[in-house]
T-cell receptor
Framework: GENVEQHPSTLSVQEGDSAVIKCTYS??????FPWYKQELGKRPQLIID?????GEKKDQRIAVTLNKTAKHFSLHITETQPEDSAVYFC?????????????FGQGTILTVHP | DADVTQTPRNRITKTGKRIMLECSQT?????MYWYRQDPGLGLRLIYY???????NKGEISDGYSVSRQAQAKFSLSLESAIPNQTALYFC???????????????FGDGTRLSIL
């Protein structure tokens, strides 16, 4: 079955630094990789996603990279701000008959210190 | 998204009680999902529904049942609640009818369930 490993589980950075969170997956059929941000007490919200036909996608200070050969994808946040503090989840969708069904990583608690 | 509404937002109940959590959406999405969130374990899929006639078990369906009463409504039941079902429960939706195979999921605000 699908499996997603997410690292690190916690990440602490100073404001203005970059943060990188990495996820590895096991199913070579995986073809969709969203990232969600969950602030304390709130719902998970999509911040960026990437499909398997591209290697990188950017949206202002956040970017996602995908290495299909190595089966890993990463979230990059540049110029971090205190409001970036949250739990971040990666996910993957294996496609095929189970397309639409996401498997989530365990989450990364990001703390940005002013 | 305010378009995905979960009720109740909080519930405290006793072991052995039957509980129903409800989810309704105004997004017109065809697919709906129920997840459980525990600290350090991320989001784990309980059940999912591709349409009204299609219900599928997720990775942790034991002890739970669901009903898709309409395209817009998907309820989760705990027939006889036990303390280790204490968790935060999220409903989510996605649009594959018009959007194609790879679509994001949109979450409700969650139901915090405590079983004593």
């Amino acid at each position: 079955g699908e499996n997603v490993e997410q690292h690190p589980s916690t990440l602490s950075v100073q404001e203005g630094d970059s943060a990188v969170i990495k996820c590895t997956y096991s199913d070579s059929a995986s073809n969709y990789f969203p990232w969600y941000k969950q602030e304390l007490g709130k719902r998970p919200q999509l911040i960026i996603d990437i499909r398997s036909n591209v290697g990188e996608k950017k949206d202002q200070r956040i970017a996602v990279t995908l290495n299909k050969t190595a089966k890993h994808f990463s979230l990059h946040i540049t110029e971090t701000q205190p409001e970036d503090s949250a739990v971040y989840f990666c996910a993957e969708n294996a496609g095929g008959t189970s397309y639409g069904k996401l498997t989530f990583g365990q989450g990364t608690i990001l703390t940005v210190h002013p | 998204d305010a378009d995905v509404t979960q009720t109740p937002r909080n519930r405290i109940t006793k072991t052995g009680k039957r509980i129903m959590l409800e989810c309704s959406q105004t997004k017109g999405h065809d697919r709906m999902y129920w997840y459980r969130q525990d600290p350090g374990l991320g989001l784990r899929l309980i059940y999912y529904s591709f349409d009204v006639k299609d219900i599928n078990k997720g990775e942790i369906s034991d002890g739970y049942s669901v009903s898709r009463q309409a395209q817009a409504k998907f309820s989760l039941s705990l027939e006889s609640a036990i303390p280790n079902q204490t968790a935060l429960y999220f409903c989510a939706t996605s649009d594959h009818q018009t959007g194609g195979p790879n679509q994001p999921q949109h979450f409700g605000d969650g139901t915090r369930l405590s079983i004593l």
